[in-house]
């Protein structure tokens, strides 16, 4: 069974951290590239960050410089490192998980992030 789980939301204050993890079962993670998406209150969801198969990052400009992507093969997880938390930065985050070769999405339930001032 394909899998995508996502963790590590929660409370942050301003300024602050969290990482955010998405976990796929073995047979997708490899060969999939993984992007991160947000919702954030009054808006739409809005792409925020990529790591494409060949472990190159791509940004939005509204994260790049505090956000990083990343991937962990022995866990077969990705990770979302946000730094330098901003209270705009709230909203249900989704990992989205493209297959290569299945040519098809796989998306993560969301976790929230919430960032007081």
């Known amino acids: 069974q394909v899998r995508v789980v996502e963790s590590g939301g929660g409370l942050a204050q301003a300024g602050g951290s969290l990482r955010l993890s998405c976990v796929a079962s073995g047979s997708l993670f490899n060969h999939s590239a993984a992007n991160w998406h947000r919702q954030t209150p009054g808006k739409q969801r809005e792409w925020i960050a990529t790591l494409l198969l060949n472990d190159r990052p791509n940004y939005s400009d509204s994260v790049n410089g505090r956000f990083t992507v990343s991937r962990d093969n022995a866990k077969n997880t990705f990770y979302l490192q946000m730094n330098n938390l901003r209270p705009d930065d709230t909203g249900v985050y989704y990992c989205?998980?493209?297959?290569?070769?299945?040519?098809?999405?796989?998306w993560g339930q969301g976790t929230q992030v919430t960032v007081s001032s």
């Open positions: 989205q998980l493209y297959s290569h070769l299945w040519s098809r999405d796989f």
